[in-house]
Nanobody, 119 residues
């Protein structure tokens, strides 16, 4: 059974940094795509960053480009999101998700971790 467990969220001030972690287990992820999404209060969840694990290809939403970095430690099986220069508009629940190789959708989701950035 696939499990994704996020951690690392918290309350920080504008300009601070946080690193989110997503411990992934239950399948071989090496050919999958993994991503971070976020959902702010009253808004739909949106894509933040993506990494295709076999090619290393990454994608970032325009709003986080240059500030956030997605990476994965294949030995630990953990996905990371390094977030620098945080802004109040980054406040949201952050979720990690897995799109299995060959699947058209993100089939596995974590429970989310809250990030709050105060001004």
């Amino acid at each position: 059974q696939v499990q994704l467990v996020e951690s690392g969220g918290g309350l920080v001030q504008t300009g601070a940094s946080l690193r989110l972690s997503c411990a992934a287990s239950g399948r071989t992820f090496s050919s999958d795509t993994m991503a971070w999404f976020r959902q702010a209060p009253g808004k739909e969840h949106g894509l933040v960053a993506v990494v295709h694990l076999s090619s290393g290809w990454t994608y970032y939403a325009e709003s986080v480009k240059g500030r956030f970095t997605i990476s994965r430690d294949s030995v630990k099986g953990t996905l990371y999101l390094q977030m620098n220069s945080l802004r109040p508009e980054d406040t949201a629940v952050y979720y990690c998700a897995v799109q299995p190789s060959g699947s058209p959708s993100y089939d596995y989701w974590g429970q989310g971790t809250q990030v709050t950035v105060s001004s």
